[in-house]
């Protein structure tokens, strides 16, 4: 699974090789995630990490294009019950944002595109115990991300960044009213809010 995503990164940056200016760098932040209409009505937000590479190419003055390879901690945190201490549950995902970004100034960014996801794992803690909940849930999760980046100096900057998900998550199993299983759906989607630092280390210009 990670080859091929390396790869597709890998051909997607040479693609774009013939525009201007390129800028390859590192970021890293936080994600406050949940998951909606998963069929509970108690859970709430979670905090998880991302981080990974990019790459920003300038097609012109105002535009540019952003390209990241990250890994993802998604899900959402379960509250106490009288039968357990309550829990969280993690979606760990390589995702892929594929953006597009207007520049009013040199300082500012709107970004705006796709966010392709693979689960890597699922797991769910509960009073101490983790378990593999990968089987339940989908390998692929489609989300539409809409933030904005502001650059500091020296290639520093910062980004706030909401994506919102698509994909429906989580297998459930329909029953009648005796209990027997009468067929299967599918619920749940992600939610996150993303705030993150960000670091370019080089720039080129084609010629």
Known sequence: M????LTTFLVIFCLIQSFGQISFG???GLNLGDIKNIGLTDHSTRLGLNGGLFTEIEISEKFITR???LYSIKGCKFPSTEFNGG????LNYFSIPLLGGFRPNDK???LLGPEFGFLMSANSKFDGSNHDVSKNFRKFDLAMNLGSSFNLK???GFELRYSHGFEKLVDVSITDQSGNEIGNDKVGSNRVFQIGVFYKL???RKP
């Open 2 to 5: 990670k080859r091929p995503l």
């Open 26 to 28: 590192l970021k890293a």
């Open 67 to 69: 390209q990241e390879l």
């Open 87 to 90: 829990g969280t549950l993690s």
């Open 108 to 110: 500012f960014t709107i």
């Open 154 to 156: 020296n290639g520093l």
């Open 202 to 204: 080089i720039k080129s």
